[in-house]
């Protein structure tokens, strides 16, 4: 099963998914982290780690949704990912629509490749997929 973590500023998170369960339900393969603004990084990171630990046995591998690039759970979600890159995968710009879709190709039995490959090739304008972002900078000023 593909599971799915959304985190962002204030209450982003658990507004997405609130709006997301009136139309489809609750789903037992979502976490949501809000990183409130009197919180530290090290308590983003906390509760990321434990929306992770959450996930763990029942997810082979994890989407991580962020609200948008370079904030706080952006780069707190991406240091897990370069860490455990088969297992995570870090997008930002997620809205309901994408959210909706990316839960319904994994209950149909899309795996994680499939969901964000037809989610990015959907949604081309609005997702952002940290890795690839990571890459082009890296090649831009030809660290790799």
């Known amino acids: 099963m593909v599971g799915f973590i959304i985190t962002g500023h204030g209450n982003f ?54 609200d948008m690039i370079n904030g706080s759970p952006f780069k707190r979600c991406m240091v897990r990912c370069i860490r455990e890159p088969n297992k995570f995968y870090v997008l930002t710009g997620v809205n ?18 499939s969901i964000i490959e037809y989610i990015k090739n959907l949604f081309p304008n609005t997702l952002v997929e940290g890795i690839s972002k990571l890459r082009d900078e890296m090649k831009e000023y030809e660290i790799i």
């Open 13 to 66: 998170a658990s507004g997405l998914y609130s709006a997301c369960k009136m139309l489809i339900g609750e789903r037992e393969n979502i976490e949501v982290v809000d990183y409130i603004d009197s919180e530290k990084v090290y308590d983003l990171d906390k509760k990321i780690s434990s929306a992770i630990s959450n996930l763990y046995g029942k997810c082979e591998k994890i989407i991580i949704f962020c």
């Open 96 to 113: 309901v629509p994408i959210l909706i879709e990316s839960i319904s190709i994994a209950e149909n039995g899309g795996n994680c490749d």
